[in-house]
């Protein structure tokens, strides 16, 4: 599985963990791992809200923004489908530390949302919502 994780805040997330909850998530969903890239940016609040007021219109910070890659974008030289780009704050990540959940753990929760978004996943009507919950939470039952 190609994942480019991109670090660009000075809290430091260990990128297997990363890498093991994308893959968990696309073996859940009955994704072959090896035949997908994605890309996940780790941040601040300042660059998410910038882009949920930009994308959707929204002018705060938010924990996870999803982007879909066209569906017709593969580069010739691979085999490998596209998924899109995943945006974490772990300003806002770490409001959901507490004696039970490690910013590692947050992290972990975020990126298999995010990844099960690229998927087609919507959460915006309670029964969404309460879907990708109960996918979330047994995917972050496997790691």
């Known amino acids: 599985?190609?994942?480019?994780?991109?670090?660009?805040?000075?809290?430091?997330?260990?990128?297997?963990?990363?890498?093991?909850?994308?893959?968990?998530?696309l073996l859940y969903e009955g994704i072959d791992p090896d035949k997908v890239e994605l890309s996940i940016v780790l941040t601040d609040d300042s660059d998410l809200q910038r882009l949920n007021k930009e994308y959707r219109g929204l002018d705060k910070p938010t924990d996870v923004l999803s982007f879909f890659q066209e569906d017709d974008f593969m580069p010739v030289s691979s085999a490998k489908k596209i998924l899109g780009d995943i945006v974490i704050s772990l300003d806002t990540a770490e409001f959901a530390v507490d004696e039970t959940r490690t910013l590692s753990d947050e992290v972990c929760w975020l990126v298999i949302h995010g990844v099960l978004h690229l998927l087609g996943y919507d959460d915006e009507?309670?029964?969404?919502?309460?879907?990708?919950?109960?996918?979330?939470?047994?995917?972050f039952g496997r790691l």
């Open 1 to 25: 599985m190609a994942i480019l994780i991109q670090a660009l805040h000075e809290k430091k997330i260990k990128q297997q963990l990363i890498r093991n909850a994308a893959k968990e998530t």
């Open 125 to 139: 009507t309670e029964k969404g919502y309460n879907e990708m919950v109960k996918k979330g939470l047994d995917i």
